[in-house]
């Protein structure tokens, strides 16, 4: 319990200094504090963490599947996030500190929850702009 309000505290002081996400904050608590709860080395937590890890890559090979498009050398947007992700996983593949690790987790899943919604909220604009009449021509019927 004691670790809790040390770590509430430092997220609220974190937040309140630099204006963090509150949700974030949350989860990030709760899998700091996860991390530490286990006092077996049994390897319990070890295989949660792996199987977290596990779902979180899986998650950015599903999402990946949307970003059709080349880049500038010629390689679909697909294939580079994967290969950054998988070059993420072999850099932190032998890492230790289950603090350290719950960050990467949580921070991962932050950044694919964001690309996924602002590639849907882009995907949206681009609907209503082809849905609305230009230069006073009707726009497709549906």
């Known amino acids: 319990m004691r670790l809790r309000s040390t770590v509430q505290r430092f997220l609220a002081g974190l937040n309140s200094s630099r204006g963090l996400n509150t949700d974030l904050d949350h989860l990030l608590g709760r899998a700091i504090e996860k991390g530490y709860r286990r006092k077996d080395e049994s390897g319990s937590s070890l295989l949660t963490t792996r199987s977290e890890a596990i779902a979180l890559y899986r998650h950015v090979w599903r999402y990946s599947r949307l970003f059709v498009w080349h880049n500038e050398?010629?390689?679909?947007?697909?294939?580079?996030?994967?290969?950054?992700?998988?070059?993420?996983?072999?850099?932190?593949?032998?890492?230790?500190?289950?603090?350290?690790?719950?960050?990467?987790?949580v921070s991962g899943r932050d950044a694919v929850h964001q690309v996924v919604e602002k590639f849907m909220a882009k995907r949206d604009q681009m609907e209503q702009d082809s849905l609305q009449p230009s230069n006073g021509e009707p726009g497709p019927s549906t």
């Open 73 to 105: 050398q010629s390689k679909t947007w697909r294939d580079v996030l994967r290969q950054s992700a998988r070059q993420e996983y072999e850099l932190a593949r032998h890492e230790q500190d289950p603090e350290l690790i719950s960050r990467m987790i």
